[in-house]
């Protein structure tokens, strides 16, 4: 990215879409897909990536990859679940 309004652009479509996506930018051949892991009070505890070869990745297709890391998220939200809100600037609570 190469300006403030193409950053913007890309963060209003990960949350539109629940979902990241880096393509060759951290290392040329390398795709990697990530989604947020929450608290069920919403607080962000982490995230959850899968990472591959770009043409590998590619074959198994981003919405197939983003469904599987979004199922595991949800069950991981969901073992949390009992947890209470993580106290600010603190994953540990």
């Given at each position: 990215?190469?300006?403030?309004?193409?950053?913007?652009?890309?963060?209003?479509?990960?949350?539109?879409?629940?979902?990241a996506?880096?393509?060759?930018?951290?290392?040329?051949?390398?795709?990697?897909?990530?989604?947020?892991?929450?608290?069920?009070?919403?607080?962000?505890?982490?995230?959850?990536?899968?990472?591959?070869?770009?043409?590998?990745?590619?074959?198994?297709?981003?919405?197939?990859?983003?469904?599987?890391?979004?199922?595991?998220?949800a069950?991981?939200?969901?073992?949390?679940?009992?947890?209470?809100?993580?106290?600010?600037?603190s994953?540990?609570?």
């Amino acid at each position: 990215m190469t300006s403030r309004q193409d950053l913007l652009s890309e963060l209003v479509r990960v949350r539109e879409d629940g979902f990241a996506v880096l393509d060759g930018e951290l290392e040329t051949g390398l795709f990697s897909l990530s989604v947020p892991v929450r608290h069920r009070s919403g607080a962000l505890l982490g995230a959850m990536a899968a990472y591959g070869p770009t043409e590998r990745m590619k074959l198994l297709g981003a919405r197939r990859i983003a469904d599987e890391l979004q199922r595991a998220s949800a069950e991981v939200q969901q073992a949390l679940s009992a947890m209470s809100p993580p106290a600010t600037g603190s994953l540990t609570g």
